[in-house]
């Protein structure tokens, strides 16, 4: 087992300074900065449990009625996969989790 160490990586990238980009590859990285905006939609919060125990999510607030019934009904099939709490995630380790 590989120990923790994070004091001395187990893997050091290479220096990479000295190497150029194509002027193609940076023009699509400039273009992608301004496009990826992360939480830029409306988001909806959906409770799959009861008013005593919640189970919130947030699901995109702009989709189409029909497809966010559809992706409700199958969140809520398949609830019980979820973990919700650290007492649903057996077996995690404590030095882990324990704060």
């Known amino acids: 087992m590989i120990s923790p160490n994070f ?3 187990v893997y050091k990238a290479e220096d990479e300074e ?5 002027d193609e590859i940076s023009r699509l ?3 992608e900065r301004g496009n990826i905006k992360p939480y830029g939609e ?3 919060v959906i409770n799959l449990g009861t008013e005593e125990d919640k189970k ?3 699901i995109g607030a702009s989709l189409d009625p029909t ?3 559809q992706v409700i009904e199958l969140l809520k099939e398949y609830v019980d996969i979820f973990a919700w709490s650290y007492r ?3 077996g995690l380790d404590t030095d ?3 704060h």
């Open 18 to 22: 000295n190497e150029e980009i194509p």
């Open 88 to 90: 649903d995630m057996q």
């Open 29 to 31: 990285l400039e273009q």
């Open 7 to 9: 004091e001395f990586p």
């Open 67 to 69: 497809v966010k019934k």
């Open 42 to 44: 409306a988001l909806e």
């Open 56 to 58: 919130e999510i947030k």
């Open 96 to 98: 882990i989790v324990v």
